[in-house]
């Protein structure tokens, strides 16, 4: 459904009030990293304190707000209006299963033995589903911290998780962990992190662009984590473009009935050639052309929007960003969330 944009939100989470783990996915391309980020920044509005987490080992958090690569540690990224703050945090499979050593068998040294012997990678890449679990262990372990009462804890976690595509495998770890582990301290860390997963604590959000496949992709994704049980989030429509004519002027464009003459006269008056002459037919038809594919993507976005709609997903729109992705970019990002609901 559509948000109304009329006013900012005036509740701590916006749409998503009881959520602390805000996934966010989408097909490759879709800008799906800087709206996690956006996100962050939207979450941490007056106050909270929010963390902004990465998996994928691409280091696309550190490049867009200009810091160093981060390792696998918490640290401060940015402050968020009203005196919040965003933290970042690299999640790395290596690190994560030394922690998980330790938290269940007090072996971190023997776990770094384990590493250096080249044993970790083995086991992540024989036992990808294990992968997974430590992966998304830590996100839970970041969201359980608030309940325990924690010093280090977070109001707020965002996951700029794999693509749509692998997110349904990636976050139901207790499937993929099937074959490995059906009983002890792996298959009762999966059995824990699906508890929360599926609970009314976690939302995962989908952005898509309005052309045919990223829409197509998204569609696919809501209805497998809707079959895994997993709580679909919103959809952020990313990158949105307004349209640059008026919608009758659109109509004339989508079909024969642009008057040629009426624009060669422009044409003529701007000094470019008249209507008659090379480069005035150039120019005509250039700009004919250019109408004429302009009404026909701004009916395919439409027929695109109403296919978003019917998913029954609350509906978020960023727009594009002809400058750029920076920081300021991404504080006007956050603030269009909040103003939609989201955060």
């Not at 009030?17 to 956006?38: E, F, R, Y």
């Not at 499979?93 to 770094?112: H, T, V």
């Amino acid at each position: 459904m559509p948000v109304d944009r009329s006013a900012a939100s005036t509740t701590p989470g916006g749409d998503w009030p009881d959520v602390m783990l805000h996934v966010m996915s989408g097909k490759g391309g879709t800008g799906k990293t800087t709206v996690a980020a956006a996100l962050a920044l939207a979450l941490a509005s007056d106050g909270r304190r929010v963390m902004l987490m990465e998996v994928e080992g691409r280091q696309g958090l550190a490049q867009l707000f200009d810091t160093p690569p981060l390792p696998y540690d918490e640290r401060k990224l940015t402050v968020a209006p009203g005196g919040g703050e965003v933290w970042g945090l690299a999640v790395d499979p290596e690190e994560a299963l030394l922690d998980y050593l330790e938290l269940f068998y007090n072996l971190r040294r023997a776990g770094s033995v384990l590493r250096r012997m080249g044993a970790v990678d083995f086991a992540t890449t024989i036992a990808p589903g294990l992968r997974d679990v430590l992966l998304t262990g830590k996100a839970v372990e970041l969201v359980r911290r608030k309940d325990k009462k924690n010093g280090q804890s977070y109001d707020a976690i965002v996951l700029d998780a794999p693509p749509t595509g692998r997110i349904t495998r990636f976050l139901n770890v207790n499937t993929e962990i099937a074959g490995l582990a059906k009983v002890g301290p792996i298959r009762n860390q999966a059995d824990s992190v699906m508890a929360v997963l599926r609970s009314e604590k976690t939302a995962v959000h989908l952005t898509t662009l309005l052309e045919e496949m990223p829409v197509q992709e998204t569609a696919d994704g809501v209805a497998e984590l809707r079959d895994a049980a997993l709580p679909v989030g919103g959809i952020v429509v990313n990158m949105t473009r307004p349209p640059m004519l008026e919608e009758s002027d659109l109509v004339l464009a989508s079909g024969p009935g642009l008057a040629r003459a009426q624009i060669a006269d422009e044409v003529a008056a701007a000094g470019l050639g008249t209507a008659k002459s090379k480069a005035g037919k150039a120019i005509t038809d250039a700009l004919l052309a250019e109408a004429a594919d302009h009404a026909a993507r701004v009916n395919l976005e439409a027929t695109e929007r109403e296919r978003i709609n019917e998913l029954g997903q609350p509906v978020y729109e960023l727009p594009f960003l002809a400058g750029g992705m920076d920081i300021a970019s991404l504080y006007e990002l956050s603030r269009l969330l909040r103003e939609q609901g989201m955060a």
